[in-house]
């Protein structure tokens, strides 16, 4: 199964992975899935909101239990950020055919659709939209960088947006999801340990700054007459690294646009993005108003127009104790328990269902990288741990 994914949306140029939402690349991840599926005579079903899920045992019995992740990447990203939650998950499913266990629960496998949100700047569109934390109006809204909508692509692609929207009588028919993950971290990497349990994520979200200005040649405009976004939106991402150091947060401008994006042209926009997270809400809430404010600051001293949106949001995550103590007892008791600074469809849902996590270890800690990493035996040990959890929560 690994070898099978691993040439699908790999840039020959960076070694890195570009499976976007509805694109070419995402359609041939999709289709593995489904082959994946029959392959094992699941019952295989294409949700309204475009989530992909392999049934073993009837879908409409209810109390399901469903393991999975997403397939899709952010620009030039990793191998297994994702995808290891899914071959994990169908590799659990034929260990436990291999142990001949018998369920009483039915069992699902699913890939969520634009979790990482690299093509329309919104993270986990497919479970949002599924739990209600995205109505279709606001997915209507989202656009990728060539102005094509959402709504657009998912036509494109085959499927009809229409349909998307709340889906309470599917989430309803789940008892338990488990997402097992690589570790986006050192933690388990200095414990020992190649398998952890994920105890909450932290609230943590994305804001646009667009700084405008005013255009002009940058070969005969005095440096005095400037009105130049760029400098500020500068000043900004150092205020930024400055605020999450004294916070104890993280801050990061990860990407930007530029209007006319001229080398010899002052830009009129500067349009960039602002990750941050932070293990309380408290936290969150100071680094956030010390970038604002910093920003501000810095545009009203260069005479430059700041406006600042808030795109999306995710509150702190506890996963539920009760299934997070249940998942520590079927694997010994022994496992480390840790935070996250990432967000995950797990996250979404835990609003609507009962939610855990599990994390195979990443020695070099690196994720969203080509560099990220997980040894062969520590993924089959996660699959042995996910194919544990399973029968635990499902078998007869």
Same mark, same amino acid.
Request: glycine fraction near 12%; charged fraction near 25%.
């Given at each position: ?220 405009? /005095?440096?005095? %007459? ?7 939106? &500068?000043?900004?991402?150092? =205020? @930024?690294? *400055?605020? #999450? ?31 941050? /997270?932070?293990? %309380? ?7 956030? &108003?010390?970038?604002?404010? =910093? @920003?501000? *600051?810095? #545009? ?97």
């Amino acid at each position: 199964m690994w070898a099978e994914l691993l040439p699908i949306g790999r840039s020959s140029a960076s070694g890195g992975y570009r499976r976007y939402a509805w694109s070419a690349a995402d359609a041939d991840c999709r289709a593995w899935f489904r082959a994946q599926a029959e392959a094992r005579g699941l019952t295989y079903e294409l949700d309204r909101n475009g989530n992909q899920w392999a049934w073993q045992g009837d879908p409409l019995a209810g109390d399901a239990v469903v393991i999975g992740s997403h397939l899709d990447s952010v620009p030039d990203g990793g191998a297994f950020d994702g995808p290891l939650g899914v071959v994990s998950s169908f590799a659990a499913l034929d260990e436990l055919r291999h142990r001949g266990v018998e369920f009483a629960k039915p069992v699902a496998i699913t890939n969520f659709g634009d979790e990482e949100g690299a093509r329309f700047g919104l993270a986990c569109v497919g479970s949002r939209l599924a739990a209600g934390q995205l109505t279709p109006e606001k997915a209507y809204e989202l656009r990728d960088g060539d102005g094509i909508s959402l709504p657009q692509a998912m036509e494109a692609a085959g499927h009809d947006p229409t349909t998307i929207g709340p889906d309470p009588e599917r989430l309803a028919r789940i008892g338990a999801f488990v997402e097992l993950h690589v570790e986006q971290g050192r933690a388990l990497d200095l414990s020992g340990d190649a398998v952890g349990i994920a105890s909450a994520i932290w609230p943590h979200g994305r804001w646009r700054y667009d700084f405008h200005g005013e255009a002009n040649h940058a070969g005969t405009t /005095r440096l005095v %007459d400037r009105r130049d976004p760029m400098l500020t939106y &500068a000043e900004t991402v150092l =205020a @930024a690294r *400055e605020q #999450a150091e004294l916070t104890g947060a993280l801050a990061t401008f990860g990407k930007i646009s530029v209007e006319p994006n001229g080398v010899n042209a002052i830009p009129s926009l500067v349009r960039g993005w602002l990750d941050s /997270r932070a293990a %309380d809400q408290d936290t969150l809430d100071k680094v956030i &108003a010390g970038i604002e404010a =910093a @920003a501000h *600051e810095a #545009a009203n001293r260069a005479g430059i127009d700041l406006k600042v949106v808030r795109e999306s949001f995710t509150p702190v995550v506890e996963f539920e104790h009760a299934l997070r103590d249940e998942l520590g007892r079927l694997l010994g008791g022994s496992l480390p328990v840790l935070g996250t600074g990432a967000g995950h469809d797990a996250g979404i849902l835990s609003a609507s269902v009962p939610t855990a996590m599990l994390f195979v270890r990443n020695p070099t800690g690196v994720s969203h990288s080509p560099a990220e990493y997980a040894a062969e035996d520590d993924c089959v040990t996660g699959v042995r741990a996910l194919a544990d959890v399973t029968e635990g929560l499902a078998r007869a």
